[in-house]
């Protein structure tokens, strides 16, 4: 790869000047650990709706970008390799399962009542236009908790008001889920590695019980048997019937949640990228850390209408600080896309709007960070010049 891109990262990284990362989790990458990685990876432009995740296939040489209705699958020059499209959901954050080199991603049905992790056999995505129902490249596991999540009738009376982020229902605020990400169980930093799927949540200023971000995790070395290939027409109910655990983190109120979630082994800490909340009570930082290595704590559910304990996540003590609230954070981006390189490195990605030849269309680009643990942002952006 060192012939392909001209020059290694490392000589990259010294004509860019970067400076020494500040004293936080993490240390500065040593130069034999920087990855020989491409700054920048197009992910083409496409009539879709905005991109909303990547995953990265480091060994392989592949990126996946998921743009609401299409997986889309690129080398590192970001030439197209293929696609998956016939999507009429919401195909959102995306993650790849190294035990089983399938990418994972967040598929939500909110009309039908029905969510999903969709798993994608990369292997066999091999042309431009491959249909997601028809070309076996695609199956699905169904997710009852979040569908009973989703579906609550708070108000009690006997109605449920559908996709609506106006109203007394959906317990903790859930509009489905986005974020999905595997690393280990939350109060270790090694060991087997769960699939992480967090919730979106609905903007809603006038509750109190939709301020944390919620989390589910499952064991998926034994999802086989769940899985099945995607109907539009007729979805399909086959899933674990319970969770291996549910967490939550109290950040404020996000707007739709955890749009990207990554489990970074560089600094030990599950990074939580958003789109800002609304709550003039709380800082609206868009993005959160949760420190790997801390255990849950059973506790109160603050907000609940009616008491509720639960798992409890802390937010990693440092980034900026609003003493009113107790909430840490930080400045930064990834909510269109995050993936932890491993090192200290990630891509974050970048959309926009474009118009090609008369036609609306959304791109990406996959750009490389690397960690500093700087306050008000973390990361700082490597570039050749």
């Known amino acids: 790869m060192r012939t392909l891109f001209g020059a290694t990262l490392a000589a990259l990284v010294a004509l860019a000047g970067l400076a020494a990362p500040a004293a936080h989790a993490g240390r500065m990458p040593d130069m034999a650990e920087i990855p020989e990685m491409p700054t920048s990876v197009y992910g083409g432009a496409w009539p879709t709706s905005h991109v909303q995740g990547v995953a990265v296939d480091e060994k392989n040489g592949h990126m996946y970008f998921s743009f609401t209705q299409m997986l889309v699958k690129t080398d590192l020059h970001g030439n197209v390799l293929g696609t998956v499209e016939g999507l009429t959901g919401h195909l959102g954050d995306l993650t790849l399962n190294v035990k089983d080199g399938r990418v994972y991603g967040s598929l939500e049905y909110k009309d039908a009542e029905a969510f999903y992790i969709a798993i994608f056999d990369v292997d066999e995505i091999d042309r431009v236009?491959?249909?997601?129902?028809?070309?076996?490249?695609?199956?699905?596991?169904?997710l009852p908790e979040v569908v009973e999540d989703f579906t609550a009738d708070m108000n009690g009376d006997g109605v449920f008001d559908g996709d609506v982020a106006d109203t007394p229902d959906h317990r903790y605020g859930c509009?489905?889920?986005?974020?999905v990400a595997f690393g280990p169980?939350?109060?270790?930093?090694?060991?087997?590695?769960?699939?992480m799927v967090a919730y979106g949540v609905y903007s809603n200023t006038d509750r109190v019980d939709n301020d944390h971000q919620v989390v589910l995790e499952y064991d998926v070395s034994r999802w086989r048997r769940y899985e099945r290939p995607l109907s539009q027409q007729d979805p399909h109910t086959s899933g674990p019937a319970?969770?291996?655990?549910?967490?939550?983190?109290?950040?404020?109120?996000?707007?739709y949640g955890v749009q990207?979630?990554?489990?970074?082994?560089?600094?030990?800490?599950?990074?939580?990228?958003?789109?800002e909340g609304k709550k003039e009570q709380f800082p609206n930082y868009s993005f959160f850390m949760v420190d790997a290595a801390t255990d849950p704590v059973t506790g109160i559910v603050a907000g609940q209408p009616e008491p509720e304990t639960g798992e409890l996540l802390s937010l990693a003590p440092d980034g900026r600080y609003d003493p009113a609230t107790g909430t840490f954070g930080w400045d930064f981006h990834g909510q269109y896309g995050l993936v932890s390189l491993g090192n200290g490195y990630y891509y974050a990605v970048r959309g926009e709007d474009v118009v090609e030849d008369g036609v609306e269309k959304?791109?990406?680009y996959a750009e490389l960070y690397r960690w500093t643990g700087a306050t008000?942002?973390?990361?700082?952006?490597?570039?050749?010049?």
């Open 129 to 142: 236009g491959m249909d997601a129902e028809s070309d076996g490249v695609m199956t699905t596991v169904y």
């Open 242 to 255: 319970a969770v291996d655990g549910k967490y939550f983190l109290r950040t404020g109120n996000t707007t």
């Open 260 to 275: 990207n979630l990554e489990y970074d082994p560089h600094t030990e800490r599950w990074m939580m990228a958003v789109y």
């Open 362 to 364: 959304e791109n990406a």
């Open 185 to 195: 169980s939350f109060g270790s930093t090694h060991g087997k590695q769960k699939l």
């Open 175 to 179: 509009s489905g889920i986005d974020g």
């Open 376 to 385: 008000p942002t973390p990361f700082q952006r490597v570039t050749g010049s």
